[in-house]
């Protein structure tokens, strides 16, 4: 599959990464020849020093036999020009980062009338996963699948927790609820569990069930669900823009706390609703008169993550129980991570797992179709939703005869709006949507056979 990528920042640089290391053919344009001579030195693909709106580079790097072009510059009209150019030039499908607000208002124009396949914009897709982080306070991180019947959580095994010691089966009779324990982090090892695997302190467990039975299963472990019903906001940007929009929306009441006196302006223009501070939200002072005792939650979005985690240590020290920080590098989101109780996003790595997920569905079989896909385990681990849309070697007989390759797991079965959990019996069928979870890359339900 051929990929051509225009722009290499952050995000472009993060899908040179993840194309490569899944085989993919990828030519990478940028106007700056330092950040093609970087790349180039890190990774075995091919780069072009110019310009993605140059007929001569376009057609150098192939545009007119990519399967995806792809166009993530900082400029969102630079963007658009891009993909039209490489469409007309015969480019099968095209996506493009488009930050502008009033640009994004216009997807669908913009789908239909400049032949954009996928429109990503960073900042809505990231306030959207930290929307659900609020909604399950409980997780370190949460997804749905099925247009969300169904969950997928992280969290922590603390040392005082009741599933420490425990085998896997033993939990299951214990509990009778329906959850599944589908992956286990342990240091830098990540498992796909069966039933012997023994839960330790300190593990990152990720279950998945219909959002009642996890909520139950939480409560029967000992950790509280504490629901989210006030939420300060660090960074007045366009993160905090759409999270406080939809925060809002699902009746949180909503503080955010902006240096600029003319963003704070906008804010407050754009949503009434909001309580809106004029401050240095780093400052212990600001944060304290502002209340931060009385928050349930505490969502660091400045553009410096020095200060991000700063922030948060202290909204820790606070006993704020839900804390969000925004991080742009890797390194230090793993470095919050590892003390365990912050929940983080890294707007790179949602751009690019959306662009990936697009890439992976174009390649699935004829036999099933890739709905959803979400890195997990810090990007060492895989959780697709597939939907079965014709009979194949995998269908209408049971698991049980079916040879599943190691490290893959049928984690939940979705039939007529009934989820369950799927043992040795249970049999795949034409229009039922099937969640897996797998350390390896695969895209379609076909692969899953060893």
Not at 155 to 166: I, M, R, T, W, Y
Not at 168 to 173: R, S
Not at 207 to 231: C, N, S, W, Y
Not at 323 to 340: D, Y
Request: proline share 2%; glycine share 6%; hydrophobic share 40%.
């Amino acid at each position: 599959m051929n990929v051509i990528i225009v722009g290499g920042g952050k995000v472009g640089r993060k899908l040179v990464e993840d194309f490569n290391g899944e085989d993919y053919d990828v030519v990478l344009i940028d106007i700056k020849s330092s950040v093609c001579e970087r790349v180039q030195d890190d990774f075995d693909v091919m780069c072009l020093n110019g310009s993605g709106t140059d007929l001569e580079i376009l057609n150098a790097a192939g545009a007119d036999r990519a399967d995806l072009f792809i166009a993530v510059t900082d400029d969102d009209a630079f963007n658009a020009l891009c993909v039209v150019m490489a469409k007309k030039l015969g480019a099968k499908r095209c996506a493009a980062r488009v930050r502008n607000r009033e640009y994004f208002k216009q997807t669908d124009f913009m789908r239909s009338a400049l032949g954009i396949n996928l429109i990503v914009n960073p900042e809505y897709a990231t306030a959207n996963e930290i929307s659900r982080m609020l909604r399950f306070p409980a997780a370190i991180k949460s997804e749905t699948f099925a247009k969300g019947r169904i969950e997928l959580i992280e969290f922590n095994v603390a040392p005082d927790s009741e599933l420490c010691g425990k085998a896997v089966y033993e939990i299951y009779k214990k509990y009778k609820i329906k959850v599944l324990i589908c992956a286990v982090c342990r240091g830098d090892e990540v498992y796909i569990p069966n039933g012997d695997f023994v839960i330790n302190r300190g593990d990152k467990l990720h279950i998945t069930a219909p959002h009642r039975d996890l909520a139950k299963f939480m409560r029967e472990i000992g950790v509280i669900q504490k629901k989210v019903r006030t939420a300060m906001l660090i960074g007045g940007g366009r993160i905090s823009f759409y999270l406080a929009s939809q925060l809002l929306e699902s009746g949180i009441r909503v503080k955010i706390i902006e240096q600029n006196i003319n963003r704070c302006q906008e804010l407050a223009e754009y949503l009434p609703k909001a309580d809106i501070v004029c401050g240095d939200g780093t400052d212990k002072n600001v944060l304290d008169e502002e209340g931060i005792d009385n928050v349930d939650s505490i969502v660091t979005l400045t553009g410096i993550d020095e200060e991000n985690m700063i922030i948060s240590m202290y909204a820790k020290t606070r006993n704020v129980d839900k804390i969000v920080t925004k991080v742009n590098r890797v390194s230090f989101a793993g470095l919050m991570e590892n003390m365990g109780v912050y929940s983080i996003v890294t707007p790179k790595n949602i751009t690019a797992n959306i662009i990936i997920r697009y890439a992976r569905a174009m390649k699935s079989a004829a036999d099933t179709e890739m709905l959803t896909l979400y890195r997990i385990v810090d990007n060492k681990a895989e959780a697709m939703e597939f939907i079965v849309n014709r009979e194949s070697e995998i269908t209408s007989k049971p698991l049980s005869e079916i040879k599943i390759k190691k490290n893959v797991l049928i984690a939940a079965i979705l039939r007529r709006n009934k989820m369950f959990l799927p043992d040795g019996n249970s049999t795949l069928e034409v229009g039922d949507t099937v969640i897996v979870v797998t350390t390896r890359h695969i895209s379609s339900l076909g692969e899953i056979v060893g």
